[in-house]
């Protein structure tokens, strides 16, 4: 049984700043990339950012130069330093990992989710 688990987020003036951080535990063969989605209401879910294990970093247009990911996916491990956070910022953040996993004698991939953590910017 794989889990990840987040903590961070709350309430925050725009212009402040936020770190979210997660970790996935299990049976965890190896890791392929982490990251963090959003959902801000009546709207779809969207990549903030991602990192894979090759070191790989991608971000959402709307978050560069404000966002920081950071991880080990050796250890399971994602955070995402957010600064000069904006309203639009609003929404619910959700870890994401891509996974490799090992049942008999096979090995498979599987993404998982966090539970979701929300993050408030007011004006």
């Known amino acids: 049984q794989v889990q990840l688990v987040e903590s961070g987020g709350g309430l925050v003036q725009a212009g402040g700043s936020l770190r979210l951080s997660c970790v996935a535990s299990g049976s965890i063969f190896s890791t392929n990339a982490m990251g963090w989605y959003r959902q801000a209401p009546g709207k779809q879910r969207e990549l903030v950012a991602r990192?894979?294990?090759?070191?790989?970093?991608n971000y959402a247009d709307s978050v560069k130069g404000r966002f920081t990911i950071s991880g080990d996916t050796a250890k399971n491990t994602v955070a995402l330093q957010m600064d000069s956070l904006k309203p639009e910022d609003t929404a619910v953040y959700y870890c994401?990992?891509?996974?490799?996993?090992?049942?008999?004698?096979?090995?498979?991939?599987?993404?998982?989710w966090g539970q979701g953590t929300q993050v408030t910017v007011s004006s």
């Open positions: 990192i894979t294990s090759g070191g790989s970093i």
């Open positions: 994401n990992a891509l996974l490799r996993l090992r049942r008999g004698g096979e090995i498979y991939e599987a993404r998982y």
